[in-house]
């Protein structure tokens, strides 16, 4: 049997383009076969049975930004189809929930034991300012639904917020749900991303915070910065090895989330204060990886994730095989 006959074909959902190559070079390598579901605009009847095979949801809370206005309600009806045909899916309907929402992200990593920032979701610009002055110190304002760092700005006092909701550079984000967090200030300029992918410990990497917020580690991000389908992140010295590794304990607070919560793939950002002190406040499940630094430090973060998927497999059958004899 060839090292590719036995191996499911993999549906990947998406809906930018410029993220796929690292992910499909590694599939390949790994010997399974590809089919690209673009998810912007489509049809989709219930009564439709889903083509066999594992379906990888790529599908990013930033869409938006993109102008893909539909892909993210589009891609929750999608995998709820599948999954009713019992589909196997990487970071289905739980995964998909948790990563569109921020509030939702803080509230089980509390669940789990992690410390976050103070948080609070709110609507409404007499709420926001409402809630934004029982703030003791500097917060920020993110989008409840984002990615990139979008909507991250910084404030100091109630004034300065309400200044920013009046203007015209407000931008209340996809569905206008806007998310007041305790600002963190690190002694140093950068945050921590953990990468995690089936229950194991990828890579950790800093990423420098001195140019901004919007932190998109994928190479697609740091190229042509004005395209629209890319993040507008700068400059390849962003990002850096972190010396986070699988033996932290944070590091397997994160995986005992990810199992509990089915997500499968994540990377998970936290900073720390002068004390010392780790905050967790982000969940990425549409993750991607920068090859520049992977090089560096000897990890291809895709290659991983497709190893993890053809090991997954391969115990299943083995699994299967047990139970058949």
């Not at 006959?5 to 390949?28: D, G, Q, R």
């Not at 089919?35 to 790529?58: C, F, M, Y």
């Not at 990828?202 to 917020?213: C, D, I, K, P, Y």
Request: a negative charge.
């Amino acid at each position: 049997m060839s090292h590719t006959s036995f191996l499911p074909t993999v549906h990947i959902l998406y809906e930018n383009p410029a993220w796929l190559p690292p992910l499909v070079s590694a599939l390949e390598a790994e010997g399974f076969p590809i089919r690209l579901v673009e998810l912007d605009q489509g049809i989709l009847d219930p009564s439709a049975t889903p083509e066999e095979g594992i379906w990888i949801n790529r599908i990013s809370p930033s869409s938006h930004t993109r102008g893909h206005n539909d892909s993210v309600g589009l891609a929750r009806e999608v995998l709820f189809w599948l999954e009713s045909h019992g589909r196997r899916v990487i970071n289905g309907s739980q995964a998909f929930e948790l990563e569109v929402s921020k509030f939702r992200q803080d509230r089980l990593l509390q669940k789990h034991g992690i410390r976050t920032p103070k948080t609070v979701l709110v609507v409404g610009r007499d709420q926001a300012l409402e809630e934004a002055g029982r703030f003791d110190g500097p917060f920020i304002t993110k989008h409840n639904q984002g990615g990139k760092g979008l909507g991250i700005q910084l404030f100091r006092d109630v004034e300065g917020l309400a200044n920013y909701l009046d203007s015209d550079s407000f931008d209340p984000g996809p569905n206008r749900q806007l998310i007041l967090q305790e600002y963190i200030r690190p002694p140093q300029s950068f945050i921590t991303r953990v990468e995690v992918a089936f229950g194991k410990f990828v890579l950790a990497m800093r990423s420098s915070t001195e140019e901004g917020f919007e932190l998109c580690p994928s190479d697609a991000c740091q190229v042509q910065p004005k395209r629209p389908d890319v993040c507008p992140a700068d400059g390849g010295s962003k990002f850096s090895a972190s010396p986070v590794d699988a033996d932290d304990p944070l590091v397997a607070s994160y995986i005992s989330l990810c199992k509990s919560e089915g997500v499968d793939v994540a990377g998970i950002e936290f900073v720390e204060d002068a004390e010392g002190n780790r905050y967790t406040y982000d969940i990425n499940g549409t993750t991607n990886f920068n090859q520049v630094l992977g090089r560096e430090i000897g990890v291809d973060g895709m290659r991983e994730i497709a190893r993890g998927l053809r090991s997954e497999v391969l115990r299943e059958r083995r699994l299967r095989a047990r139970v058949a004899s």
